[in-house]
């Protein structure tokens, strides 16, 4: 496959034939997918079909029992630790479903936490970064005085700090009410107006509506390529 | 930013680490005690045997000059008949002699001074009138320790001296000579202190294995519990060096916080025991504050050890998969 390819048409993310087993479970069968520059993928499926492993492959957190994943042009597999800890830094932003923000830090420093992994720490910029999820107000409290919305929102821009070219989210709205959904997704949207690439997992069809594609997972295997409007019909 | 999160992760730890801090602390308190106080003993005695010195005495023929920091005192010895036994008598200022080692025991006072083996040997008595050498007075006994308790001192000054008794602390500056050391207080000075050493030694390896045991039992504790927190560090991109920076940066800081505690309480202790014990106050030494920082670091170290074997085995994606 090329990678070089137009702009628009730049595959960032390749995954060919890639298994990932646990023990005698496998998690991802033979999944080969890619995923082009700025384009927005929803990923789909039951519990335990291989959601987040497939976003922890890409992500580098775990690598693939066979087969071979490369993003932005770097061949995963061929990575040590450091060497994965230096791709996520500069490639990657991840949301997770239960926010994960450091406790002990307020806000503006979580997301500075992420600026410190990076080399460069910046209040401003930070702070920039807040007024983009709406919470520059919100700065100085702890993780434990905000919303789950406003927490979501801060794991958001702790994941853009870096201005990371891929955005993975395993479940951003899971946790959230309805106008926390809705305030967290048309962040994404402003995302992907900016041209990241977005990779959702979720189990929400409307949150699939507006993306460019739908990679649907059962028993760790892709089952279909679908389009927005048919995963909103099957899901009624 | 480094030290804005250490110093918010130690914070937020406060109930977990102030047990740490406190064990540590008590620990080096102990250990800086012994050293101090061990060190402080072995000064004060090696000062109070310096007042008493060590004795040197030269042979014939005397030496030009002696070093200006020692004593001498010159005598005329020569051999007498006394009761039938031959005993060496000497000329010599009484009282400059005995300023000579004021560990020396003089029983009674008088003008003629019988060293106790010379007493034995010529059957004289404490007391007891005796003329020696055209000399007459009450006997008096010395004891010394030395081969100075086989000789007979009459109080008049050598007109004619032969030997010189230099009182020096460094007898090695007269090779060749007879030189009489204190051997046996030194013994007995390093026998107490090395009583005094290996005692409290002992209650300092205690708290110190007690203090060991605490550390390592809580950092495996909240290694446990961090294994998200090194989890989400990873998923930031953090690198396993910087996860371990900002371990060790914490450890580093309670390491700092110990060993102010545990020096200060060390000299304070020592104070007490000193004053009380010895009428002295303890000096500030860089040798005790080093064995004191060394093991206050080498305990944190362990509690690295353990965040960092924690951190290794951690699997950041197992970590934060959704509950």
Not at chain 1, 2 to 9: G, Y
């Amino acid at each position: 496959m090329n990678n070089i390819e137009n702009s628009a048409d730049r595959r960032i993310i390749t995954l060919r034939n890639t298994t990932k087993n646990f023990g005698t479970l496998m998690a991802l069968n033979d999944v080969s997918l890619s995923i082009k520059e700025g384009e927005e993928v929803t990923i789909m499926g039951p519990s335990g079909s291989g959601k987040t492993t497939l976003i922890n492959l890409i992500a580098g957190l775990e690598m693939p029992t066979s087969g071979s994943i490369t993003v932005n042009g770097i061949e995963l597999n061929s990575l040590k630790q450091e060497g994965l800890a230096e791709f996520r830094r500069d490639n990657i932003g991840i949301v997770f479903q239960q926010f994960h923000l450091i406790p002990y830090l307020t806000a503006v420093e979580n997301i500075m936490l992420a600026q410190y992994f990076h080399g460069l720490p910046d209040k401003e910029d930070a702070m920039n970064t807040l007024e983009i999820v709406g919470l520059k107000d919100r700065a100085r409290h702890l993780p434990s005085e905000l919303s789950g919305g406003e927490q979501q929102r801060v794991a958001i821009a702790r994941a853009i700090a870096n201005e990371p070219s891929i955005i993975l989210a395993d479940e951003p709205t899971g946790n959230l009410d309805e106008e926390n959904e809705q305030t967290v997704l048309s962040i994404f949207r402003q995302l992907k107006d900016e041209g990241k690439t977005l990779i959702l997992v979720t189990h929400n069809a409307d949150i699939s509506a507006g993306s460019d594609a739908i990679i649907r997972l059962e028993h760790g295997r892709i089952k279909q390529p679908t389009t927005p409007i048919e995963a909103l019909k099957e899901t009624g | 930013m480094f030290f804005k999160i250490v110093i918010s992760s130690i914070k937020r730890r406060a109930g977990l680490y102030i047990p740490m801090l406190a064990a540590v602390s008590i620990s080096l308190c102990l250990v800086g005690t012994e050293v101090i106080v061990s060190s402080s003993f072995n000064k004060l005695m090696n000062k109070e045997m310096l007042k008493y010195g060590a004795n040197v005495i030269l042979r014939p023929p005397l030496p030009a000059k002696i070093y200006s920091t020692d004593e001498a005192v010159r005598m005329f010895v020569s051999d007498n008949l006394i009761n039938g036994k031959k005993v060496p008598t000497a000329f010599v200022s009484i009282p400059d002699l005995l300023k000579m080692n004021g560990a020396w025991l003089v029983k009674g006072s008088s003008g003629i001074l019988v060293g106790e083996d010379a007493a034995s040997r010529i059957h004289v008595h404490i007391g007891e009138e005796m003329k020696v050498d055209g000399a007459q007075g009450s006997v008096a006994i010395l004891e010394s320790g030395t081969e100075f308790d086989s000789y007979i001192f009459i109080n008049k000054k050598a007109d004619t001296p032969n030997m010189e008794l230099i009182r020096t602390s460094k007898p090695e500056r007269y090779s060749g000579t007879n030189s009489i050391i204190l051997s046996e207080m030194i013994k007995t000075k390093n026998a107490v202190l090395e009583s005094i050493k290996k005692l409290m030694f002992f209650v300092a390896l205690i708290s110190m294995l007690v203090a060991a045991a605490a550390v390592i039992n809580l950092s495996r504790t909240d290694a446990g519990a961090r294994r998200k927190e090194f989890g989400i560090f990873k998923s930031l991109g953090a690198s396993y060096t910087s996860i371990i920076k900002l371990i060790s940066g914490e450890f580093m800081l309670l390491a700092l916080v110990s060993l102010a505690i545990g020096a200060l309480a060390a000299e304070l202790l020592s104070w007490m025991i000193l004053s009380s014990t010895a009428g002295t106050v303890p000096q500030i030494e860089i040798g005790s504050f080093l064995t004191v920082a060394a093991i206050s670091f080498a305990a944190f170290l362990m509690a690295v050890l353990v965040y960092l074997i924690e951190s290794k085995r951690m699997d950041a994606a197992e970590e934060l998969r959704n509950e």
